[in-house]
């Protein structure tokens, strides 16, 4: 049996939200360092078919895949990691599963069988990781494992995984368990006790770890390293310490000097390149640059959680570090009242994204706000949509609003195109995925970009109002970009302002470490102008 693909299966124990997806990011990062080709998985155990609908506040971002998928944000972080581009089949929902074996009891496909958890389930799973590797062709699939061991609705999947490594042999599957190491201050030391505890409960499941990977707040010894690799049944050596970074972008260089990289290739029978990690160095030493700084306020209505806009962020830091400078970032909440106490000390402002009316107001006051006192703007979807909405009223429009929120309107400047009015579920959003944009020459957008036409990810469904196009035009709003049958506007400027540009698409999604998005960088230069 020729094996295409060799899996690194990585679980968590103790505690959610510790690092699983930075930690096989990371992985994939130094294996990427080797020349070995690296792709990604994410498992996420809840029954949703996949994220879109699902709140910020419960599951952070919706990362949104180059074919149109919804997925979890984890996803965003192997792309940047690893630089690739995934596929929204990347990520595996219990929903998913179920739909798929439910649809082929339904056609018949098991032979009138009862269909059971095992086989047919765990069959699926495999069968769905299975067709990402061939797919991908790539020589190394990491396949991140969501929740904790002992959740119960991971327990179909860990069977899945541990049948995985029967069928594909020892030397092509391997686990790699993340856990928390507590630091007792009163007690004044580390406890192993819940390392050891949630590694027996991935051993009574069948999978003995061929790696743990220690998450601590600091730096744990030897002797401690010793005491879980003798009591978790694992080499010394696959015994790591990831204790908390500065930078998420640093955990490969910490985890590449515990030699990492060298235990995988070893364990799973890989050949490989001598490793160049210089660029990502490259990249965690621009990040840490700054001389001088920056600020951006961030106004949205889920600013309580960050991760509901962690591309976004990042991709201001990636942006950052391309112009040699330090962002300071400040949350807004668009909610509360905007008196110019709370934004007038920043250097520039960021719409992001979102549904709802709560805290369109704000939003509003915020592109006002810039529009009379030339501060630079950058609106990503509702954002650019609230700049219209704004402009227009500014402009003589007094009601302008979008049908989203205000179906009565006067001017409707932002409501659906009429293909997407006949779409009823929520989960049915329309633009998803990458379309081309093309843009207008002398204008920011293309200066930015330096290119003629683009590629851009999509999640929304209103759109700017074409029955409205020319008026905004005509006094004073240039469409800078649109689809290339000119049908749909993509993005807006005021070329009389230092930096005022709306777009409709998720720029933050396409952001790299190493390969900052130019929109961004161009905001960043402009901020930087207006520094106060």
């Known amino acids: 049996m020729i094996h295409l693909s060799k899996y690194i299966v990585v679980t968590g124990g103790v505690v959610s939200s510790i690092g699983k997806g930075i930690t096989a990011a990371s992985i994939g990062r130094i294996l990427r360092s080797y020349g070995v080709d690296a792709t990604a998985i994410k498992i996420d155990p809840y029954l949703n078919w996949d994220s879109g609908t699902m709140s910020p506040y419960q599951h952070g971002e919706v990362f949104v895949t180059y074919d149109g998928m919804e997925t979890d944000l984890d996803l965003g972080h192997y792309e940047r990691f690893l630089d690739v581009n995934l596929s929204g089949e990347s990520n595996i929902t219990t929903g998913k599963v179920y739909d798929s074996v439910i649809k082929r009891e339904r056609r018949g496909d098991y032979l009138g069988s009862c269909v059971q958890i095992i086989p047919h389930i765990t069959d699926q799973i495999k069968s769905m990781i299975r067709q990402i590797a061939r797919d991908s062709s790539a020589q190394v699939v990491l396949v991140e494992l969501g929740g904790t061991v002992g959740d119960i609705e991971g327990q179909p999947f860990l069977e899945s995984l541990r049948q995985l490594r029967n069928e594909e042999g020892h030397d092509n599957v391997m686990f790699v368990h993340v856990t928390y190491v507590p630091y007792l201050r009163a007690a004044g030391e580390f406890k192993t006790k819940p390392t050891q505890h949630s590694t027996k409960e991935l051993r009574s499941m069948g999978i003995n770890p061929d790696m743990i990977i220690c998450r601590s707040e600091l730096p744990i010894n030897e002797p401690l390293k010793r005491k879980i690799a003798h009591f978790c049944d694992v080499a010394q050596e696959a015994v790591i310490n990831a204790p908390d970074v500065g930078s998420i972008y640093e955990v490969p260089l910490i985890l590449n000097q515990e030699k990492v990289g060298e235990y995988i290739l070893d364990r799973i029978k890989i050949k490989s390149k001598p490793q160049d990690l210089s660029e990502w160095e490259g990249v965690v030493d621009a990040l840490q640059k700054n ?242």
């Open 291 to 532: 001389n001088n700084s920056v600020s951006v306020g961030i106004v949205g209505k889920y600013v309580q959680l960050e991760d509901a806009y962690i591309s976004i962020r990042e991709s201001l830091k990636h942006a950052a570090a391309h112009l040699g400078v330090k962002v300071n970032i400040e949350y807004i909440k668009a909610e509360e009242s905007l008196d110019n106490d709370k934004i007038s000390h920043l250097d520039s402002l960021l719409i992001p994204g979102g549904f709802g009316e709560r805290g369109i107001g704000g939003k509003l006051d915020t592109v006002r706000y810039s529009i009379q006192n030339e501060v630079p703007l950058f609106g990503i979807c509702l954002g650019m949509q609230c700049m219209v909405i704004e402009f227009a009223r500014l402009q003589g429009m007094e009601d302008a609003h979008s049908t989203e929120f205000d179906p009565d309107t006067h001017y409707p400047v932002i409501d659906l195109m009429e293909e997407q009015k006949k779409i009823k579920n929520m989960g049915g959003t329309m633009r998803l995925g990458s379309y081309s944009c093309q843009l207008r020459e002398g204008t920011k957008a293309q200066k930015a970009y330096r290119n003629e036409v683009v590629e851009e990810r999509h999640r929304h469904r209103f759109e700017l109002n074409n029955e409205y196009r020319e008026q905004v035009k005509q006094k004073g709003l240039l469409i800078s970009g649109a689809s290339p049958d000119d049908f749909l506007v993509e993005i807006v400027e005021l070329p009389e302002h230092p930096w005022f540009l709306g777009c409709q698409f998720h720029p933050e999604f396409k952001s790299r470490p190493n390969r900052a998005h130019p929109l961004f960088v161009s905001f960043l230069e402009a901020a930087l102008k207006n520094k106060k």
